[in-house]
């Protein structure tokens, strides 16, 4: 395993440990439930089949992420665009029926790929991309996604928060520098646990740390606006 990788499995541990500890530490909010805010990194889902063209073998976990029954997997890709090539990128598991790359914008400029805002798992007409292993390549047609910001939560979530699946909020993150992101995916599901999803291009543009926490402020209004 080279330097590279190690590093990323640290900062990848490193930031999974600090989001943990994150309640705890929370910086305060105004208003609402504070909602530990985690940032995805880049990486890829893989089908069964392309594992197999990559790796020659089914993936293999490392350490579980904070959604149960996810994992960050042993091992890494090359993603390979019109315009450029990102080495390293992480894969987590388990295997799913398509393959899905999910990408910042800042990634998709680097990448030279058009990739659309969605939500996992819809990847009709998004851009392919090639990925590559130190022994496999494998052409993509689709999956390139830039993720949707979403917060994962269960049922009962759901009900104390007063939100629906599928419903877009508005949420309050804070940090250095607080901001207000609209047309945030409430996704409902007993096996999620509490915790809101960004890339790090929004993270970044907040100046967010592990202590960082959202606060539902309002849900999507017809036009657009942000309504308690
Ligand atoms: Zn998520």
Known sequence: MNENAIRDILEDIVIHVMSQLGPQAAVPCPEGEPIAVELSARHVHLSEADALALFGAPLTPVRDLSQPGQFLCRERVRLIGPKGVMDNIAVLGPARGSSQVEISRTDARILGV???????GDIDGTPGIILASQTGIVGLERGVIVAAR???????DAHRLGVRDNERVC???GGERPLVLEDVVVRVHENFRLSMHIDFDEGNSAGWSSAVTGT?????????????
């Open 216 to 228: 539902i402020i309002g849900r999507k209004g017809e036009h657009g606006l942000c309504r308690p």
């Open 171 to 173: 949420v309050r993150v």
């Open 114 to 120: 058009d990739a659309p805002v969605r939500q996992s």
């Open 150 to 156: 979403h917060i994962h939560m269960t049922p009962s």
